[in-house]
């Protein structure tokens, strides 16, 4: 699994004014190694996540997956299969269960119920979520579980790309370390590309590699 980008621009545009969010990114990221991006507010960090997950395109210049160009590529049957973003606000149907959350990703995929939840179990499990917690409801747990519940979801897909928004934002330290390990564990273990946005040093000095964003230029 291979990312690259080739000289990635992005605009915001309205009527009043033009912003450079993102200038003339150039850089690789491997299977195996985890990544944090770091930067401010406003750095375009946030932004040139959303273009790695195909949630946009760039204003000029080409991402590819594989080798496959993200201009030409199903975007959506990427983000189904090979791409999960994983938020700090944890994004889970809050009418769902846990083990409904998790199944999700194979469900819209057509997978049979039974498999996917059997899949999901799995998933659950490796990331330290009990049986008795797979009929709660996301309200009905820590951030750091309902973070874990996130993480399980998207292995649950079969993803090898773990796109990851500030993770440990809304958690404290303890839960957020326990966050970190994971991900580090799912790209040295499982040989997954683990990127991740964060203003943390102390999940930055985790990663395999530091890239650092200042006015949408990444170092």
Do not use: W
């Not at 406003?42 to 594989?66: F, H, M, N």
């Not at 030409?72 to 090979?82: I, P, Q, S, V, Y």
């Not at 590309?193 to 203003?199: D, S």
Request: aromatic letters at 4%; charged letters at 25%.
């Amino acid at each position: 699994m291979e990312i690259l980008l080739n000289n990635i621009c992005f605009e915001y545009r309205n009527k009043y004014r033009r912003v450079e969010a993102v200038k003339s990114v150039s850089c690789r990221f491997e299977a195996g190694k985890m990544y944090a991006i770091m930067g401010a507010s406003g750095s375009g960090k946030t932004t040139l996540l959303s273009i790695i997950a195909g949630l946009r395109l760039p204003s000029s210049g080409e991402i590819t997956v594989d080798g496959i160009p993200m201009s030409t590529a199903d975007r959506c049957k990427l983000r189904r299969e090979k791409i999960s973003v994983i938020y700090q606000d944890f994004n889970l149907f809050p009418l769902l269960t846990v083990i409904e959350n998790t199944a999700y990703p194979l469900l819209i995929r057509k997978i049979n119920k039974t498999e996917a939840e059997n899949t999901a179990k799995e998933k659950l499990a490796s990331v330290g979520i009990t049986d008795d917690m797979l009929v709660q409801l996301p309200r009905m747990l820590s951030g750091g579980e309902q973070q874990r519940v996130a993480i399980a979801r998207s292995l649950a897909s079969g993803s090898k790309i773990i796109l990851a928004d500030e993770p440990t934002g809304s958690l404290d330290s303890e839960n957020g370390k326990n966050i970190v390990d994971i991900l580090k564990r799912l790209a040295h273990k499982e040989d997954c590309c683990v990127i991740i946005v964060t203003h943390d040093p102390s999940v930055a000095e985790e990663a395999d590699v530091v890239m650092k964003m200042r006015d949408g230029n990444l170092k």
